[in-house]
């Protein structure tokens, strides 16, 4: 775009002080800049297809919000009022599981399950309420040991079944609900609302000591939000000539909030331009609570400001918000009118339109535009599909864009360095076979199998007390529950750091004598080798310790064998020892002499953690000589000429060596490493020996420069022009730098 030179056009600013307030000035004053900005705001829009002004409303979508829900949580109460409750539920003290506010009702996943009464115990519930908003569903006879799994956009499941016949209503979306409802205290620009999930119950109470005493049921709870939208984005694109580079924006909202009766168009935000830097083009982004919005651009020059608004409307009594009919003009040239959609669009249907959450009946400016100039713009080097790749030219991630307009795309990485703890983990591995050993003694696993599933499924034990009624039946131990968990493939040149066995358990008192007998242990591959030099592989047996909580624990709990850094009790695990299955034996038994125990397990899992092994080396170097002189003609007594093969001989000081040590000092073979020497310009290695590929064994040493075929000598370029003085010699491979000073002397022959 041309530079044009800027000129002031506002009457008032060219008159003397004396005559700048007759009345009469003002209306022409006005009408003139009014007459100027709509010649500038024509020239603008005709300039090309492409519009001095655009603003549009974009709704992102986030990530899933997923949450677990726990006691004290801030996400949870037992009022309104209450924070940080119990995952507890009575007759008397509903529960709210609290979810972060959206722009948009959301599908959910709600998946609610109760571990049992006061007492573990599995007993009836007459009715269960779930409320949002003024959406709401009942469960009738449950139990206190029932799972519920609500899609808002699917089924209901109880215990993984459907059981129509015991529900009623539905929750279609996640809503909000006012937070104030007499609308104390509350601003123009807040939304008032919250966002919740009410659980309502009706259980019998219980029997103490021959009373009735109200019960409670125990709740796990967790809550993924699909595709949130947590803010609103006004967007704003500007562009002009230099003759009227940009002064100020100014950007206004219309504030009507559902749970707010104040209604009020706002001053949201504000930039200024400086003069000297003539700014012709900007594009803004903000986020406010706001759908409807105008902004004012004014211009160096002109008085008065432009107004354009969001959302267009064909027929609007501001002329603000009037479709931009210059883009109408370009669109018939183009074959291309302006749509139009289905009025009335719905909140349900937003998600489905093109863009996302477009309820408009008439195509806006910006889309329009960008539709325009997408259809006749073409673009040779245009990708929809690409590799991100890493340093080493591996794919590392599929890159896709599905949006039909076109725009650049700019993918910003981070760079792991290797001072960047590399330490990794397995997720959590189910086992790939569950059973027990019939052959053991003690009493039997209920749903044994069930335990390495994902739906969190029980695997139950009864273990009596130890006394002499129960000595031959071995009723106070538990048969072995065998385990077998298959690791995943694994990255090469890693360090094993830890196994971790992770199970969820529930036992009815706090225990000390529930121990892991010596039947518990596992199961891992070694390879030996013979005297002859034949090579076998033989399964080891290892005992398993108790795990890090030393007791059970009443109630639900995290039990551990192992850890990050535990590698339980062995001294080293290779990568080849978890390539079969891992077998681990289990094996409970209750030392207590007058209480028996009850005993669940939810889920097991198993983690490997592993450290990457990085390659490490050391550079070292030997200089010959760090001091050359140079001559003031070509008689160079420090230079002779081989009379066999006509070449010269460089004398001692006339020549710098150079002899590299390069060693392997870690636990991993180096590979395809390349070292350079890089002298300034006034010298030059000889024979082109200025790099040197090399791969290192693990321990190996390698000596570079002390022969012939890899001599690195290093002679003065020019012997009577380059100038004297100190200068560096780079030696440098990956992140390893060495350098070296050489002083050239100048010396008279004579």
């Known amino acids: 775009m041309a530079d044009f030179d800027k000129y002031d056009y506002e009457i008032n600013k060219r008159l003397p002080e004396w005559y700048k307030h007759v009345n009469g000035l003002e209306p022409i004053n ?46 949870v109460g037992n009022t309104t009022l209450n924070e940080k409750a119990d995952l507890k539920i009575s007759n008397d003290k509903p529960l709210f599981l609290k979810i972060p506010n959206t722009k948009r009702p959301t599908d959910a996943v709600i998946d609610i399950h109760f571990t049992g009464n006061k007492n573990n115990q599995t007993k009836p519930i007459k009715k269960l309420l779930i409320k949002n908003a003024d959406q709401m569903i009942l469960f009738k006879n449950i139990t206190t040991k029932t799972s519920i ?69 125990k709740v796990e709870a967790k809550i993924t939000n699909k595709k949130p939208i947590y803010v609103t984005e006004q967007n704003v694109r500007l562009y002009t000539v230099s003759a009227f580079p940009l002064k100020s924006v100014k950007l206004y909202g219309f504030f009507c909030h559902d749970f707010n009766n104040k209604q009020e168009w706002k001053l949201l935000w504000e930039k200024e331009y400086s003069e000297n830097t003539r ?83 008439i195509e806006q400016d910006y889309w329009y535009e960008e539709r325009l100039v997408s259809e006749y713009r073409r673009n040779i080097n245009a990708k929809d599909i690409d590799f991100l790749k890493d340093s080493e030219d591996n794919n590392i991630a599929l890159m896709k864009n599905i949006d039909p307009y076109l725009n650049d795309v700019w993918i910003y990485t981070e760079t792991i360095t290797p001072t960047i703890d590399m330490s990794a983990e397995t997720k959590g591995i189910l086992p790939c076979s569950v059973k027990q050993d019939e052959t053991t003694d003690g009493v039997s696993w209920k749903n044994e ?20 009624k129960n000595y031959n039946n071995r009723s106070f131990m538990g048969k072995v529950l065998q385990l077998k968990f298959k690791v995943p493939e694994l990255p090469k040149d890693i360090e094993i750091t830890g196994l971790e066995l992770k199970l969820k358990g529930v036992t009815d008192l706090h225990s000390d004598t529930i121990i892991l007998d ?50 339980l009790g062995l001294d080293k695990i290779e990568r080849y020892q978890l390539e079969d299955p891992i077998e681990f034996n289990i094996g409970l038994t209750n030392q207590s002499n007058f209480f028996s125990v009850y005993i669940s397990l939810y889920n097991i899992k198993l983690y490997v953690y592993y450290k990457t092994l990085t390659e490490e080396f050391t550079i ?35 020549y710098c060596d150079i002899v590299l040590t390069l060693e392997n000092t870690g636990v991993v073979p180096v590979t395809d490493k390349t070292v350079y020497i890089i002298p300034p310009y006034e010298l030059e290695v000889l024979n082109g020996n200025d790099s040197f590929s090399f791969d290192l064994d693990v321990g190996e040493k390698l000596i570079i420069g002390d022969d012939d075929s890899t001599r690195i000598r290093i002679v003065p370029r020019d012997k009577l022009n380059t100038p004297t003085g ?25």
């Open 30 to 75: 006005r009408y003139t800049q009014e007459l100027l900005i709509s010649i500038l705001e024509g020239f603008l829009k005709n300039l090309g297809l492409v519009q001095p002004i655009q603003v549009w409303k974009t709704l992102p979508e986030e990530y899933n919000w997923e949450h677990k829900y726990y006691n004290k949580d801030i996400w």
């Open 149 to 217: 799994k609500i899609n808002t956009d699917g089924n209901i499941l109880i215990d993984g079944v459907n059981k129509d016949d015991l529900i009623d209503g539905k929750i279609y979306k996640i809503k909000p609900i006012a937070r104030d409802d007499k609308y104390d205290n509350v601003s123009i620009d807040d939304e008032n609302k919250k966002t919740q999930l009410e659980l309502y119950v009706d259980i019998p109470p219980i029997t103490i000591n021959g009373q009735d005493t109200p019960d409670e049921v």
């Open 279 to 361: 700014t012709v083009y900007d594009r803004i982004t903000k986020q406010y609570d706001c759908e409807r919005f105008y902004v004012q651009v004014q211009y160096y020059g002109l008085g008065l400001p432009i107004s354009i608004g969001f959302p267009q409307e064909q027929y609007s009594s501001d002329v603000s918000f009037q479709i931009n009919d210059r883009l109408d003009y370009w669109g018939a040239i183009y074959g291309l009118p302006r749509r139009h959609y289905k009025p009335h669009i719905t909140e349900d249907e937003e998600p489905y339109t093109f863009p996302k959450y477009y309820a408009y009946p």
């Open 449 to 468: 199998q069930r335990v390495g599933d994902t739906q969190l499924l029980t695997s139950d034990l009864n273990l009596e007390p130890q006394n002499a």
């Open 518 to 567: 010596n039947r518990s242990n596992f199961k891992l591959p070694f390879k030996y080798e013979k005297a002859n030099g034949d090579k076998f592989v033989k399964k080891e047996t290892f005992l398993l310790n108790m795990f890090d909580g030393k007791e059970w624990q009443k109630g639900q709990k995290y039990f551990t064998f192992g850890g990050k850094n535990n590698l």
């Open 620 to 654: 070292s170097e030997k200089l010959s000589n760090r001091k050359m002189f140079l001559y003031d003609d070509n008689d160079n007594p420090n230079i002779t000429i081989n009379q066999e093969t006509n070449e010269p001989v460089y004398n001692e000081s006339a």
């Open 726 to 750: 100190l200068f560096d010699v780079l030696i440098f491979c990956d992140d390893k730098v060495l350098k070296n000073e050489i002083i050239l002397r100048r010396k008279n022959k004579w």
